[in-house]
């Protein structure tokens, strides 16, 4: 480990680095980035709804208050008519609140992609040490995102300011309330989109920056490439053991239940099947052990070592070994001939000699 603190990280990071970041919740992600997408989205859809939404308030105000006397109004008149006034753009409200909420989910799955983790909420207590905390407040990204604080209270200013003085002499051509009135809403609203288009291009910026530093935090140095790369072949030789020590401790299972076995069906070199079959133990034999070769003359060694009778039925003993399965029941297809074998086998066990 002392080795790699003194090299320098100049590997790309691996897809196995990048799958275990993504894994902790460590994404290149901009914050600014998703809520300023929101809200110019959001304000675009309701500047070019503005005009019905407009003409809809400007018909409900004149239906509304059109036949109300001052002197009747009173507080519950006024939540009768907010209440009243809420009702009729529901629609409108909906179709804003939804596009928001679009808006904020294709921001974010665009950036980190969809990964539900828990882990970057989990307890870290170096987020307590002082030191650390030190270390974070004076580093180079804290930095960079205080000077980009800075400058995007400069520009929203600088933007409003020239938006006001742009808009100054229609203000005070305006001769009616009404006029007034749209000339504020709209001025309003196009400074809010002007705004949230500026923030949306610093958002940006900001995003690029989180990623470049995002992948210079994820680069490796050469010797950990070469750990990884060495694991990754250790990997499959380990799995490769486990799957024979499986399959010794399967064989091992197989051949000490060989003893159990009623009989020992032969090839009589080549294949062994052990099976057991006892009157109301099991509805059909089952096979305990089956081998080839060099296993099969286990079988057959271990049978003759245990008084297990070992019968020569080259054919049964090759389709038992073809279609059969440790510990399960025999194939229907051979209950015939395996009952032919158990019928010889009872019958010497009770002494007697079988008919043919």
Not at 41 to 57: K, N, T, Y
Not at 145 to 155: Q, S, V
Request: hydrophobic share 45%; proline share 4%; with cysteine.
């Amino acid at each position: 480990m002392a080795e790699d603190a003194g090299q320098s990280r100049t590997e790309a990071a691996t897809p196995r680095r990048r799958e275990e970041a993504r894994r902790k919740g460590q994404v290149p992600y901009s914050a600014d980035l998703s809520t300023s997408f929101t809200l110019f989205l959001s304000l675009s859809v309701l500047w070019f709804l503005s005009p019905v939404i407009g003409g809809q308030l400007a018909q409900i105000m004149r239906n509304s208050l059109g036949d109300i006397q001052l002197s009747d109004w009173n507080v519950a008149s006024t939540r009768t008519f907010m209440a009243w006034l809420i009702r009729h753009n529901i629609v409108t409200t909906g179709l804003l609140a939804g596009v928001a909420f679009v808006a904020a989910l294709v921001a974010g799955v665009s950036q980190a992609g969809f990964r539900i983790t828990f882990e970057p909420l989990s307890p870290n207590w170096n987020r307590l040490n002082p030191a650390s905390g030190w270390g974070r407040l004076l580093s180079v990204k804290s930095g960079v995102k205080a000077l980009m604080a800075c400058g995007k209270a400069c520009l929203a200013g600088a933007v409003a300011w020239w938006l006001i003085r742009s808009t100054a002499g229609q203000w005070g051509a305006q001769r009616t309330l009404h006029g007034a009135v749209s000339v504020a809403w709209f001025s309003g609203l196009k400074l809010a989109l002007i705004l949230s288009g500026v923030m949306l291009a610093l958002a940006a910026l900001d995003y690029i920056f989180q990623r470049t530093r995002h992948e210079a935090d994820l680069r490796m140095t050469r010797q950990e490439v070469i750990e990884e790369r060495r694991n990754e072949e250790v990997d499959p030789q380990i799995r490769a053991r486990m799957r024979r020590l499986q399959r010794e401790a399967a064989l091992n299972r197989a051949l000490s239940s060989v003893p159990n076995a009623t009989v020992v069906v032969t090839n009589p070199t080549h294949y062994a099947v052990a099976l057991r079959y006892e009157r109301g133990e099991t509805e059909a034999p089952v096979i305990l052990a089956k081998g080839k070769n060099a296993l099969a003359k286990r079988i057959m060694a271990l049978a003759e070592e245990n008084g297990v009778p070992v019968l020569r039925r080259p054919p049964v003993a090759r389709a038992l070994y073809a279609l059969g399965e440790i510990g399960e029941p025999i194939p229907d297809t051979l209950f015939q001939a395996v009952a032919e074998i158990l019928a010889f086998v009872y019958a010497q066990r009770r002494g007697q000699r079988p008919a043919g």
